[in-house]
């Protein structure tokens, strides 16, 4: 089944079913009529954008975390997989890790306030 074939409701409901509960909840919470044409965009000329996405973030980085220098702040929500965010915000000797209890993939929708507070408070 292709996804972005999908009317509107049909595509919230194939999204919806590989969410975890704080997500879902985010989404029948109002967040849908946000998500929904974000989705449709962001493969309107197809999906080559998304893979390109996953062959970036694949092969080895060109600089060592452990040398990064300034501060980085990590959000993740705990209901989120994978942990990635959370091994790179240990190989990042200035970074803050924000784990999040009850919440997922849209943390940083659901806490932006706290997230905006973070980035103003680097100088």
């Known amino acids: 089944m292709d996804a972005y074939t999908l009317d509107d409701a049909g595509l919230l409901q194939f999204w919806r079913a590989g969410c975890g509960p704080a997500d879902q909840s985010f989404l029948d919470g109002g967040f849908a009529p946000f998500l929904v044409p974000s989705l449709r965009e962001s493969v309107r000329h197809g999906q080559r954008g998304w893979a390109r996405d996953n062959v970036i973030r694949m092969p080895k980085w ?3 975390l452990t040398d990064v220098t300034v501060p980085v702040f990590v959000w993740h929500g705990e209901q989120d997989t994978p942990d ?3 091994w790179v915000s240990q ?29 103003l408070t680097v100088t």
Do not use: K, Y
């Open 62 to 64: 060109t600089f060592e």
């Open 84 to 86: 990635a965010d959370i």
């Open 91 to 119: 190989q990042i000797p200035t970074a803050t890790m924000r784990l999040v209890a009850d919440r997922g993939h849209f943390v940083l929708f659901q806490n932006w306030h706290q997230v905006l507070d973070d980035l």
